[in-house]
Antibody
Framework: EVQVVESGGGLVQPGGSLRLSCAAS????????MNWVRQAPGKGLEWVSY????????YYADSVKGRFTISRDNAKNSLYLQMNSLRAEDTAVYYC????????????WGQGTLVTVSS | SYELSQPLSVSVALGQTARIPCGGN??????VHWYQQKPGQAPVLVIY???NRPSGIPERFSGSNSGNTATLTISRAQAGDEADYYC?????????FGGGTKLTVL
């Protein structure tokens, strides 16, 4: 059974930092490109970042470029998102999502972790 | 940057056909994917590459894509189809989502 579980969310002050983790199981994690997608309260989906299966290719949305860093540890079947210089507008549920193998659509999603940026 | 436009809401009578458009410049040249999201849940893929259904998705869900509009069609709409629906494409190494459409089944 495929499982994708995010953790690390919480309340943080503006300007602060937070590190999200995503633990995957039930599929060959090291073969799948991974992403972070977020959803602000009552709003739509917003893509945040992509990392290829090997970690060699990384993309970011303009809204987080220079502040967020995506990484992965294939030996631990884990994906990470280091978030620095957080702003109120970063408040959202953050989803870890895999692309389908060799495809450009999202196949596996976690249930999300809530990040709240507020003083 | 590339943009996708969706109506905020679409209503359909129970048992009738709902059509949810997704507009984008020459979107017909791209592969469009559709997700269903119910309150408090993660999105679920319902259509990939314009018109393909993943296993487990009812045949009532179909998709098309041409010109500047992609369309998700839900036939014989059921109460359980009430949800938010998002279209998605890739453009210049970024993922683009439409703003989402809330489907109400009357």
């Amino acid at each position: 059974e495929v499982q994708v579980v995010e953790s690390g969310g919480g309340l943080v002050q503006p300007g602060g930092s937070l590190r999200l983790s995503c633990a995957a199981s039930g599929f060959s994690f090291n073969s799948y490109d991974m992403n972070w997608v977020r959803q602000a309260p009552g709003k739509g989906l917003e893509w945040v970042s992509y990392i290829s299966s090997s970690g060699g290719t990384i993309y970011y949305a303009d809204s987080v470029k220079g502040r967020f860093t995506i990484s992965r540890d294939n030996a631990k079947n884990s994906l990470y998102l280091q978030m620095n210089s957080l702003r109120a507008e970063d408040t959202a549920v953050y989803y870890c999502a895999s692309l389908s193998f060799g495809e450009l659509y999202f196949e596996y999603w976690g249930q999300g972790t809530l990040v709240t940026v507020s003083s | 940057s590339y943009e996708l436009s969706q109506p905020l809401s679409v209503s359909v009578a129970l048992g009738q056909t709902a059509r949810i458009p997704c507009g984008g410049n020459n979107i017909g040249s791209k592969n469009v994917h559709w997700y269903q999201q119910k309150p408090g849940q993660a999105p679920v893929l319902v259509i990939y590459r314009d018109s393909n259904r993943p296993s487990g998705i009812p045949e009532r869900f179909s998709g098309s894509n041409s010109g500047n509009t992609a369309t998700l069609t839900i036939s014989r709409a059921q109460a359980g189809d009430e949800a938010d629906y998002y279209c998605q494409v890739w453009d210049s190494s970024t993922v683009v989502f439409g703003g989402g459409t809330k489907l109400t089944v009357l």
